[in-house]
């Protein structure tokens, strides 16, 4: 039996050091901390964490604490390498074992492994299952996995995949190890699913709030899917947003509709040549695009967490595809917002696929069944007008109370209901009637618009009283009301191929007077309206600031080639950008920087923050807490900055190398470079050519005269990222030596 670790004294203050050290948090939530728990008893569990929850926190801590290597499945190679950079950033040892290493970078992880370097080792569920890995494993002696996106084993969920159904031979194959289940998306009968297929025993199951209150979410009648598009984008312009379509083609259009508009867009679908759709993937990740236009293809590896909108220009399959693809949003917490352009239309095009695509598996008419029953509850989320917050928090059999969200369209009163829409609703029932309910929605509207179509003058449609009864609304918003009445049951649509409109009792009661109806659509004028409280998050904070952070992360980005989000999020940026810290001390205090960051970036944040600050007049070291943060110290702990700090001065004064002097103190190279530049600027005799190329001191410095300005990040842009923040420190710091300068 596992060693009960979760009762050993001083655990809280060791979760707390590690949390600070690797992620530069000050605690975990309660949820999290009872996966963690969990995890080190060696007890079965099922976490349900929604999209930006935290969830893997919940998997990643544990054997940090254990001192032990856990395996992660997971999906997706993107998903895990994202993750694996990130975890490395922050100095945390970890890996993943997949298809698109080298074989001498397979050889690297492999022998690291057997070393047992690592904490966390990333697998997917394919490579699991073969004879290499699960002997591997158990040489190892691993006795603990998580399963990522868990979801995929349950025939239920709404991305069932087969390979994760063979997950269940860990239990049979590691009898004595314990096992973990996370998911963002999990109704009741999908989680006992999970539970069952993957055999986990008295399992602690942890469930999530679902609701995320710092998304808006608004659900718009389609009329004009690109106009429609530019409005949302526009509303957060120079920021990053998904679009969402249905078919490849509409990606591409869209794509191009959205660049001919001045949007930094692109798209992406599985179509694409692997390589084009990973180029599109890393320029998202490394902020070089803005909007990406994809099929839900572009998913579940995607980590950038400050996605500030995410639109869907076609209606998505299920609500667990809609939880999760708008969950990508605002994973940083930020505000965000979520548009979703329906039409009725994409009920029937979404009935064909699953139609097609069931035909494929083992039991088509089940797989149909399921598949049809998911859609039906994303077009009722759709055509019930209330609370969003409230509907999709009950669909997971969770209870909202609130009487109003103030994040959503119906109770920031976006919605409004249409002029005299009964009467409406009995001119459309009445041309079809007239049309002897032969004909689609195209043709009815065409014939209600007055349009002179072939169609409607070969059948003599033109000579109806109900022809050019409606002129006056657009065509498009004509469609969207036809819908509507068909969500309603007050028509029905009938036919595969060619679908037709009939009447049926509610269109008889409607066209008696004998029932209302009500038909909806976004005001003309809709307002930037954000959740209430949501300007709290910029409040104090300097927005240029903010943005000249943000172009440090990209150039920090681009130079070391990982996604931005893994050097700094948001949310870090926003609280830096407010408190403007002016000393490394002080830059303990940010949220989101752990120990090996500051010790990475730290001196190159606190010199960028003090030149926009002394060049502006703005003041530093604003509101800081009064509460420290969990010290680090303990055993085996480096030496303090002071001690540190003193002998890096003396060996560069002995002509040690930024190597052996990163070496002997323990400290980042960036915080090494720091103190070199510190040492150079107070002996003017210091031969710099030691530490320095002559041929880049002359760049840098021509670059400062060039642009008048001694600031890094002008000079590393100027040059186009060919020199290092590294170099121009040095030689910004030996700026007019006369050896090097011609006197």
């Given at each position: 039996m596992p060693t009960d670790q979760a009762e050993q004294p001083g655990l809280e203050g060791r979760i707390a050091q590690v949390l600070h050290q690797y992620w530069g948090f000050d605690s975990l939530r309660p949820l999290q901390g009872d996966a963690v728990r969990a995890a080190l008893s060696g007890r079965d569990s099922l976490v349900v964490v929604p999209t930006g929850g935290g969830k893997s926190l919940c998997y990643q801590v544990p054997p940090l604490i254990a001192g032990r290597t856990d395996v992660v499945v997971s999906p997706l190679i993107s998903l895990m390498k994202d993750q694996v950079d990130a975890l490395t950033a922050s100095g945390y040892p970890a890996a993943a074992l997949h298809s698109g290493l080298t074989p001498a970078e397979r050889r690297d992880i492999e022998?690291?492994?057997?070393?047992?370097?690592?904490?966390?080792?990333?697998?997917?569920?394919?490579?699991?299952?073969?004879?290499?890995?699960?002997?591997?494993?158990?040489?190892?002696?691993?006795?603990?996995?998580?399963?990522?996106?868990?979801?995929?084993?349950?025939?239920?969920?709404?991305?069932?995949?087969?390979?994760?159904?063979?997950?269940?031979?860990?239990?049979?194959?590691?009898?004595?190890?314990?096992?973990?289940?996370?998911?963002?998306?999990a109704t009741p009968r999908v989680r006992d699913d999970i539970i069952q297929q993957l055999g986990l025993r008295d399992p602690a199951v942890l469930v999530g709030v679902f609701d995320r209150p710092n998304l808006i979410y608004r659900i718009v009648p389609q009329s004009d899917v690109q106009a429609q598009c530019v409005e949302a984008l526009k509303r957060h312009d120079g920021e990053a947003a998904i679009v969402y379509c249905l078919s490849r083609r509409d990606t591409e259009s869209l794509a191009a509709h959205l660049r001919d508009k001045g949007f930094r867009a692109a798209h992406y679908h599985a179509g694409m040549e692997p390589n084009d759709r990973r180029k599109t993937q890393d320029r998202f990740s490394s902020e070089d695009l803005d909007v990406v236009v994809a099929t839900v293809a572009f998913g579940m590896g995607i980590d950038r967490s400050n996605v500030r909108c995410v639109v869907h220009a076609s209606l998505p399959k299920s609500v667990e595809h809609y939880q999760q693809e708008t969950g990508r949003a605002g994973r940083d917490g930020l505000e965000a917002e979520c548009v979703l352009l329906y039409t009725g239309a994409d009920v029937m095009r979404w009935e064909g696929l699953i139609a097609r695509s069931a035909e494929e598996a083992e039991d088509p008419a089940e797989q149909v069944r399921v598949q049809a029953d998911l859609l039906k509850q994303m077009q009722k989320l759709c055509s019930i007008v209330e609370c969003r917050h409230k509907r999709l928090t009950?669909?997971?059999?969770?209870?909202?109370?609130?009487?109003?969200?103030?994040?959503?369209?119906?109770?920031?009163?976006?919605?409004e209901g249409v002029e005299d829409a009964s009467?409406?609703?009995?001119?459309?029932?009445?041309?079809?009637?007239?049309?002897?309910?032969?004909?689609?929605?195209?043709?009815?509207?065409?014939?209600?618009?007055?349009?002179?179509?072939?169609?409607?003058?070969?059948?003599?449609?033109?000579?109806?009283?109900?022809?050019?009864?409606?002129?006056?609304?657009?065509?498009?918003?004509?469609?969207?009301?036809?819908?509507?009445?068909?969500?309603?049951?007050?028509?029905?649509?009938?036919?595969?191929?060619?679908?037709?409109?009939?009447?049926?009792?509610?269109?008889?009661?409607?066209?008696?007077?004998?029932?209302?109806?009500?038909?909806?659509?976004?005001?003309?004028?809709?307002?930037?309206?954000?959740?209430?409280?949501?300007?709290?998050?910029?409040?104090?904070?300097?927005?240029?600031?903010?943005?000249?952070?943000?172009?440090?992360?990209?150039?920090?980005?681009?130079?070391?080639?990982?996604?931005?989000?893994?050097?700094?999020?948001?949310?870090?940026?926003?609280?830096?950008?407010?408190?403007?810290?002016?000393?490394?001390?002080?830059?303990?205090?940010?949220?989101?920087?752990?120990?090996?960051?500051?010790?990475?970036?730290?001196?190159?944040?606190?010199?960028?923050?003090?030149?926009?600050?002394?060049?502006?007049?703005?003041?530093?070291?604003?509101?800081?807490?009064?509460?420290?943060?969990p010290s680090n110290a303990g055993p085996g702990a480096p030496v303090s900055r002071s001690q540190s700090h003193t002998?890096?001065?003396?060996?560069?004064?002995?002509?040690?190398?930024?190597?052996?002097?990163?070496?002997?103190?323990?400290?980042?190279?960036?915080?090494?470079?720091?103190?070199?530049?510190?040492?150079?600027?107070?002996?003017?005799?210091?031969?710099?050519?030691?530490?320095?190329?002559?041929?880049?001191?002359?760049?840098?410095?021509?670059?400062?005269?060039?642009?008048?300005?001694?600031?890094?990040?002008?000079?590393?842009?100027h040059l186009a990222g060919a020199v290092t923040y590294d170099d121009i420190k040095i030689a910004l710091a030996r700026r007019y030596d006369p050896g090097l300068n011609g006197g």
């Open positions: 022998e690291r492994l057997w070393r047992k370097e690592y904490r966390l080792l990333y697998v997917a569920p394919e490579r699991l299952s073969s004879a290499w890995f699960l002997n591997a494993v158990k040489k190892l002696d691993v006795n603990c996995f998580a399963i990522d996106e868990a979801h995929c084993i349950s025939h239920w969920g709404h991305d069932f995949r087969p390979e994760y159904r063979r997950l269940a031979m860990l239990r049979e194959q590691f009898p004595g190890a314990s096992m973990h289940a996370f998911t963002a998306t009950e669909y997971f059999g969770q209870a909202y109370d609130k009487p109003n969200c103030g994040a959503c369209d119906v109770c920031l009163g976006d919605v009467v409406l609703a009995q001119k459309i029932l009445s041309c079809i009637a007239r049309t002897d309910q032969r004909f689609g929605v195209g043709h009815i509207v065409d014939v209600l618009a007055g349009a002179k179509t072939e169609n409607i003058q070969r059948y003599g449609h033109d000579k109806l009283s109900t022809y050019g009864l409606i002129p006056d609304i657009p065509r498009k918003q004509l469609t969207s009301l036809v819908y509507q009445l068909v969500d309603q049951d007050v028509l029905s649509r009938v036919g595969d191929e060619y679908p037709i409109l009939k009447l049926n009792e509610e269109s008889i009661k409607v066209m008696r007077g004998q029932r209302q109806v009500r038909l909806i659509q976004t005001k003309r004028k809709l307002l930037a309206k954000m959740r209430r409280g949501a300007e709290d998050s910029w409040e104090g904070v300097d927005k240029g600031l903010f943005e000249e952070m943000r172009k440090l992360r990209h150039g920090l980005a681009v130079e070391r080639g990982v996604p931005a989000y893994t050097v700094m999020h948001d949310r870090t940026l926003r609280e830096l950008a407010r408190i403007r810290p002016g000393s490394i001390e002080n830059i303990e205090h940010i949220y989101g920087l752990g120990s090996r960051k500051i010790a990475d970036i730290g001196p190159l944040l606190v010199d960028t923050i003090r030149d926009f600050c002394v060049e502006g007049g703005a003041a530093m070291d604003v509101g800081l807490r009064s509460s420290k943060r002998a890096a001065l003396k060996m560069f004064a002995e002509g040690g190398s930024i190597e052996e002097v990163m070496r002997a103190t323990g400290r980042a190279r960036s915080t090494t470079v720091s103190y070199l530049a510190e040492y150079l600027r107070s002996d003017p005799d210091a031969d710099v050519e030691k530490w320095i190329a002559p041929e880049i001191f002359h760049r840098v410095n021509r670059a400062a005269d060039t642009l008048g300005d001694d600031r890094l990040k002008p000079i590393f842009d």
